[in-house]
T-cell receptor
Framework: EPEVTQTPSHQVTQMGQEVILRCVPISNHLYFYWYRQILGQKVEFLVS????????KSEIFDDQFSVERPDGSNFTLKIRSTKLEDSAMYFCASSEREGPNEQFFGPGTRLTVL | GNSVTQMEGPVTLSEEAFLTINCTYTATGYPSLFWYVQYPGEGLQLLLKATKADDKGSNKGFEATYRKETTSFHLEKGSVQVSDSAVYFCARKEVQGAQKLVFGQGTRLTINP
């Protein structure tokens, strides 16, 4: 069964460093998403991406964040200068089309900023 | 704004007990409603969904009915198993426009043998 994969599973970084979190969505999906979950809190939407551009972003997704689909398979989230409060579990998701269709989630990357 | 409120956890039950996890949503727009489950060490998986009022979603013995009059989408299962131990998330998505899922805070369920 096709699945969304994410790498790495755990990333530890120093405050101020850049990190890139990687995701491989399901191959025939057209919509891509990043969510995050700070420990003990809700899963929060960050950004959605369609047709090679951002279709929606939340207030969390400020200038420190960017997303890219560098080739036909990967979807990346970059944090330019990490802060302590960026420590969270980051989930990638993809869906085949819009509407009430299932978003398939990856297993997540746990980011720890020291 | 649009939000989802879930019953606080953790919830601990014995095997074969009846389960209810409450979920309510703000009555704006015409959202689709979802329950996602996260097993230990895994990502979020869709458990069930309902796209309009009075729809019932069901899967793996779990059910939830979209109730517009009470703005609720409570998750129920008649007889839980140890393997149901997980974190359960209620979520909404607008039918038109925004594609994002808005999640509740999650409810950790532990089933003891």
């Amino acid at each position: 069964e096709p699945e969304v994969t994410q790498t790495p599973s755990h990333q530890v970084t120093q405050m101020g460093q850049e990190v890139i979190l990687r995701c491989v969505p399901i191959s025939n999906h057209l919509y891509f998403y990043w969510y995050r979950q700070i420990l003990g809190q809700k899963v929060e939407f960050l950004v959605s991406f369609y047709n090679n551009e951002i279709s929606e972003k939340s207030e969390i997704f400020d200038d420190q964040f960017s997303v890219e689909r560098p080739d036909g398979s990967n979807f990346t989230l970059k944090i330019r200068s990490t802060k302590l409060e960026d420590s969270a579990m980051y989930f990638c998701a993809s869906s085949e089309r819009e509407g009430p269709n299932e978003q398939f989630f990856g297993p997540g990357t746990r980011l720890t900023v020291l | 704004g649009n939000s989802v409120t879930q019953m606080e956890g953790p919830v601990t039950l014995s095997e074969e007990a009846f389960l209810t996890i409450n979920c309510t949503y703000t009555a704006t727009g015409y959202p689709s409603l979802f329950w996602y489950v996260q097993y230990p060490g895994e990502g979020l998986q869709l458990l069930l969904k309902a796209t309009k009022a009075d729809d019932k979603g069901s899967n793996k013995g779990f059910e939830a009915t979209y109730r517009k009059e009470t703005t609720s989408f409570h998750l129920e299962k008649g007889s839980v198993q140890v393997s149901d131990s997980a974190v359960y998330f209620c979520a909404r998505k607008e039918v038109q426009g925004a594609q994002k899922l808005v999640f509740g805070q999650g409810t950790r369920l532990t089933i003891n043998p």
